[in-house]
């Protein structure tokens, strides 16, 4: 199984996932040049992705779809009230595919989707499972509800939300509303969020898991990678040992890795 971060963050999601046979994209909030760079960095070429999938639709999640799919002639999936809400967006994509089950394959990868809790019409998490391995994106998720922790429990490699930092976030320029909304149930998760749900997930087997979707205002990649190395010393665990722990890049290809 193969993964790659391609983009992380509020300008723009998107990450390669796949098999020897299958790849699949996890939101394209990109442009084309940027995903056409991005995957033959890693001799990935347009015409082996098979699938893309959306998780919400929010425009940093899918705002390079219509020119994507449309251009490249790759399938899209989303849920129902997702599609309704960006359907004026996606005109001349013929390849629709509308979830209607949690459970579903392109090519020889399974795929689970799970709700999450942010301030989207549908948002959905995502799973992807090859033979014995399995991989999940959770980010835009205003906190882990026990649903969203047993369906990632068992994974190898999570890549996880650390978006903000408390204290930047409160002295950001941000209006007080929007700070409001970040802070919710229902907005983004923390640092020390993301690393208290680090620890529950070490402790139950060793891990790969990639920081991502980092604020560009209150938070920076040390500080998150940081925060969690703090926690997790705190809670008797190493990195390098119990875990690896890296940071997803904002706007660059990294974390690829095969495992």
Avoid: W
């Avoid at 999640?61 to 899209?76: Q, R, T």
């Amino acid at each position: 199984m193969k993964f790659c971060s391609i983009s992380s963050g509020s300008s723009g999601n998107c990450f390669l996932v796949g098999s020897d046979r299958t790849n699949i994209l996890i939101d394209v909030g990109v442009s084309k040049k940027t995903l056409i760079n991005a995957i033959n960095s890693i001799n990935i070429t347009p015409n082996m992705i098979s699938g893309v999938l959306i998780t919400h639709e929010h425009i940093d999640h899918y705002k390079g779809a219509s020119v994507i799919c449309k251009g490249l002639d790759i399938p899209i999936y989303l849920n129902e009230r997702t599609f309704r809400s960006i359907q004026d967006k996606l005109k001349g994509v013929n390849n629709v595919n509308i979830i209607d089950k949690m459970e579903f394959s392109i090519g020889d990868l399974d795929i689970k989707a799970f709700k999450l809790p942010h301030d989207a019409v549908d948002p959905i998490g995502y799973s992807v499972l090859y033979k014995k391995k399995k991989l999940s994106v959770v980010t835009d998720i205003g906190h882990i509800s026990n649903d969203i922790f047993n369906n990632i429990r068992d994974s190898d490699v999570v890549l996880l939300e650390s978006n903000y930092n408390e204290e930047m976030l409160r002295l950001s320029n941000y209006p007080h509303f929007l700070k409001e909304r970040i802070l919710s149930n229902n907005g983004h998760l923390s640092n020390e969020e993301c690393a208290l749900t680090i620890v529950k997930l070490v402790r139950i087997s060793y891990k790969r898991i990639i920081l991502g979707h980092l604020s560009i205002t209150s938070n920076f990649p040390e500080l998150a990678y940081k925060t969690s190395e703090r926690i997790l010393i705190n809670h008797g665990m190493k990195i390098g040992k119990d875990l690896k722990l890296t940071v997803a890049h904002r706007s660059l290809p990294s974390n690829y890795m095969r495992f």
